[in-house]
């Protein structure tokens, strides 16, 4: 019996405002400046990009970890056992379900913006920079906190709804077991 371990490294240079599409495996991702749409299938590799200004993100992973320094326009996130961390963003919408990890978002909202979040057990995170609206998280038996820039409108076992003011983007939150975290910056 034999083991064979391979290291490799691919570099590939392309236009900035190229779009860019990845299906993955295992191995770890680098990406930076690109201004195309991105588009990352992966099943048990991280990604981390970073001066990325596209319009469209969708990220699709099984086992591993998406970082992401900025990032504006839509972002679609389906994933496992993942972990996302996405700082410095303004997502005019976001639609992202994750089950078994942890969902940590920093951005801005628009007023009239989308932003819907789902998971089962593990994080959801959110640290608004800039504007504000109406948050509608349902949740099971997981646990919600907000910071004072937070009204709560609304507490009950299985819903809880809070707004922050300065606009009126509508984001929704379903938590089975998950934590869920409003921050402001």
Do not use: W
């Amino acid at each position: 019996m034999g083991y064979y371990h391979e290291e490799y490294r691919i570099e590939i240079a392309a236009p900035e405002g190229i779009s860019l599409t990845v299906r993955g495996d295992d191995g770890d991702y680098y990406i930076k400046n690109i201004n195309g749409n991105i588009q990352m299938s992966l099943d048990d590799a991280d990604a981390e990009l970073s001066g990325c200004k596209g319009k469209d993100f969708s990220f699709r992973i099984d086992d591993g970890d998406i970082r992401m320094d900025g990032g504006n326009g839509n972002l679609e996130v389906i994933a496992d056992d993942a972990d996302v961390e996405i700082s410095n963003a303004t997502f005019r919408s976001i639609e992202a379900n994750v089950d078994d990890g942890d969902l940590i978002i920093e951005t801005s909202l628009v007023d009239q913006g989308q932003y819907y979040f789902e998971s089962q057990d593990g994080l959801i995170s959110l640290n608004i920079t800039k504007g504000g609206g109406e948050f509608d998280i349902r949740h099971d038996d997981g646990h919600v906190t907000t910071d004072s820039n937070f009204k709560v409108l609304n507490e009950s076992d299985d819903r809880t709804t809070v707004t922050l003011a300065q606009g009126s983007a509508r984001v929704k939150v379903r938590a089975d077991d998950a934590r869920v975290k409003l921050s402001t910056k």
